[in-house]
Each structure stands twice: as structure tokens, then as C-alpha cells.
Antibody, heavy 118, light 111 residues
Framework: QITLKESGPTLVKPTQTLTLTCTFS??????????VGWIRQPPGKALEWLAL???????RYSPSLKSRLIITKDTSKNQVVLTLTNMDPVDTATYYC??????????WGQGTLVTVSS | QPVLTQSSSASASLGSSVKLTCTLS???????IAWHQQQPGKAPRYLMK???????NKGSGVPDRFSGSSSGADRFLTISNLQSEDEADYYC?????????FGGGTKLTVL
């Protein structure tokens, strides 16, 4: 059974850096073709893809946020970490991590709401 | 990169059928997509991958009432015998080698 769970702060101040961790089970991020990514959803709005890391450490970023994003993995811990710098109130959203084998986001975490406010 | 267009809302009666549309932007009409369902207050759930040919592969546990089809740049999700639990937001998603894109979502109301 594949599960993913996001963890991190629920409140960050403007200009701070957000660090979120996705801890997963039921698959290995060392298996060929597997990827883990991050998607966010501002309250009442649509989903927005942020970043993806593959089993071979290849990374992909949303063009609009690329300068602020870093995604890394720790295969031994079954974790993927997302860093988003220079947080702004417009970054307030529920952040999801999800699993893919290249044909859509198949398994999703429960999401974590991050609020940006002073 | 591709752009996906969805109607913002749809409605249908309990027990009836509804067909939701996701349209791929010009030059991307052959792309496969995925459909996701997001019930109120919950995380999205993968429904299916849908190819330009109309072939689709559903996720684990997705009821038979859900099916997919394609025509040109349009990708469709049909829900038959609508149930109250089908009231949700439905998102389409596509990808290429470098980016993943979601549509704006369709809010389905079951009357």
C-alpha cells in the first residue's frame, strides 16, 4: 500500500523560507521510472504543480517558480524535501506531495495547509 | 507548454449521467491526460489516464460508472448513474518531459 504524508510548518512569515517534507511508504524512489512531486492549492482555487524529482535525481520545476524552488530526496529515509524561498501571502495554500510513474499523479498525500502571515 | 481548459461548473440530477470536458491547447491535441476527483475538504484522487485515442486506464477502486473518451483536442470524463458522493471538483492534468499542468477544474453539483 502506497502512502505519502506531508509535514512542515503551518505558519510562516513573509520573506521566510518554507521547508516541507514528504515521507512515503510502499514504494522506493530508487526504482526506475518513479517520481515524487509537489502540488499546491490556494484556498478555493485550482491545483498548481510545483516540482518533481525522479528516481535518478533528475529534477523538474514549474517555470514560474523555478527561481524559488529546490527539491531533494533522501532515498534511505523515504523522504522528499521541498524548499520555497521568499514566502509571500499569495503562497498560502495546501501543499500536497504525490507519486508518479510518468502518467499522472497517481497517489496523493493528505496535504498540509501553510499560511503566510506576519 | 500545454494549457488545459475546463468549464468552471456543471450540474446533473441524481441517477443521471454527466460528461465533463477538458480541452487541450493548440499543438497539444495528441497529449494524454489524467482525471482527478477532489471531494470537499479532501485530497485529490486519481481517476484515470486518458489517451488521445480514447483508451483509458482507471485507478484502483474507481467505480465502473466512471469512463473516459477523446475527440480531437477534447478529453471527456463521463459519470453515469450519478451518486451524491460524486459531487466534487474534477481536474484534468497533462504533462510533457519538463512540466505538469492542471486545468482550472470543474465543480460538479448533483441535484
Amino acid at each position: 500500500q502506497i502512502t505519502l504524508k506531508e509535514s512542515g510548518p503551518t505558519l510562516v512569515k513573509p520573506t521566510q523560507t518554507l521547508t516541507l517534507t514528504c515521507t512515503f511508504s510502499g514504494f522506493s524512489l530508487s526504482n526506475s521510472g518513479v517520481g515524487v512531486g509537489w502540488i499546491r492549492q490556494p484556498p478555493g482555487k485550482a491545483l498548481e504543480w510545483l516540482a518533481l524529482i525522479y528516481w535518478d535525481d533528475e529534477k523538474r520545476y514549474s517555470p514560474s517558480l523555478k527561481s524559488r524552488l529546490i527539491i531533494t530526496k533522501d532515498t534511505s529515509k523515504n523522504q522528499v524535501v521541498l524548499t520555497l524561498t521568499n514566502m509571500d501571502p499569495v503562497d498560502t495554500a495546501t501543499y500536497y506531495c504525490a507519486h508518479t510513474v510518468g502518467s499522472g499523479w497517481y497517489y496523493w498525500g493528505q496535504g498540509t495547509l501553510v499560511t503566510v502571515s506576519s | 507548454q500545454p494549457v488545459l481548459t475546463q468549464s468552471s461548473s456543471a450540474s446533473a440530477s441524481l441517477g443521471s449521467s454527466v460528461k465533463l470536458t477538458c480541452t487541450l491547447s493548440s499543438g497539444h491535441s495528441r497529449y494524454s491526460i489524467a482525471w482527478h476527483q477532489q471531494q470537499p475538504g479532501k485530497a485529490p484522487r486519481y481517476l484515470m489516464k486518458l489517451e488521445g485515442s480514447g483508451r483509458y486506464n482507471k485507478g484502483s477502486g474507481v467505480p465502473d460508472r466512471f469512463s473516459g473518451s477523446s475527440s480531437g483536442a477534447d478529453r471527456f470524463l463521463t459519470i453515469s448513474n450519478l451518486q451524491s458522493e460524486d459531487e466534487a471538483d474534477y481536474y484534468c492534468e497533462t504533462w510533457d518531459s519538463n512540466t505538469w499542468v492542471f486545468g482550472g477544474g470543474t465543480k460538479l453539483t448533483v441535484l
